[in-house]
């Protein structure tokens, strides 16, 4: 399989049949590498991993995936780069294509990944910004078509604000062709041009309403993420206010279907966004959903990263 995109940016760069392509890859991946049969495609390989945020599951997960390839990876921050105040953007982006054979970039403005692609000739992977969370949403798609065997007649429902996980949650289905709901407080959504940029010509299958529990009626999928995200922190007593209701608890999920299963990017702030109780439930997959970054993520750099011998 080969992708029409030298860098993952975006779900909306990527054709359906090519994201679908990645999530079967990640799901025969896993196999293999349970089995202890994955193949090392990728030795001399690296990959360098720019962190101007910090992580758990993104900095373990795409160190781990290089090395399962075979590759090995770098940690960098913004203290030994400085992109974009000590070094223009467009020089980082040369010289670290001289010396890797990938970049992944964790980052607060999606336009600076956005220069770092467009300048480096090796591929750049968004490993999150403030506007998208693609590979999140990637890791996501795998578990709900490892729990329901595909992706067709599916409603997503989010409960929380429109932030980077929501909007990718837009372009998955804008280009997957499934419903997307998001729940949350008036004045706490997405603007209506990035809804619309998403879906181009395309019918749109977002909707944004006020009401959680009118939400999850229909959902397949029941989704949250914290309501303070990283950043904005000295509003977080203004947002737990406002959230107020918008809460993952037992008596939301009576009103979802039996088959609607709880999904989570984590960290949680278990007593806030999501219940204790609920996320330890027997319809949360959040623990597959975490360990699926790894699988996704490694099916990406075996498709972007050139292997072993070969550009």
Known sequence: ???????????????????????????????AHAAGKLARTHVGRVL??????????????????????????????????GVGTREAVED?????????????????????????????????????TDLLHPCQIMADLMTVKEHRGNLKDLTVVFIGDGNNVARSWVNASARLGFDFVLA???????????????YGDAPVRTRQVHDAAEAVREADVVYTDVWTSMGQEAG??????AFAGF?????????????????????????????HEMIESEQSLVFDEAENRLHTQRALLSLLVAPAGGR
């Open 184 to 198: 949350c407080p008036a004045g706490y959504g997405i603007v209506e041009d990035f809804v619309r940029g998403a």
């Open 236 to 241: 977080a007593e203004e947002r737990r206010r």
């Open 48 to 81: 360098a991993c720019i962190f101007h945020k910090p992580s758990l599951r993104t900095r373990v997960s795409f160190e781990v995936a290089m090395h399962n390839l075979g590759g090995t990876s770098l940690y960098l921050t913004d203290k030994e780069l």
């Open 1 to 31: 399989m080969r992708l029409s995109q030298k860098d993952f940016v975006s779900i909306t760069d990527f054709t359906a049949p090519e994201l679908e392509g990645i999530i079967d890859l990640a799901i025969a991946q896993k196999a």
């Open 92 to 128: 980082v982006a040369r010289v670290l294509s001289r010396y890797v054979d990938g970049v992944m970039i964790r980052t607060f403005d999606n336009a600076l990944v956005e220069a770092l692609a467009r300048h480096a000739t090796v591929p750049v992977i968004n490993g999150l």
């Open 247 to 275: 809460q993952i608890n037992a008596e939301l999920m009576a009103r979802a279907p039996r088959r609607a299963v709880i999904l989570h990017c984590l960290p949680a702030h278990r007593g806030e966004e999501i219940t």
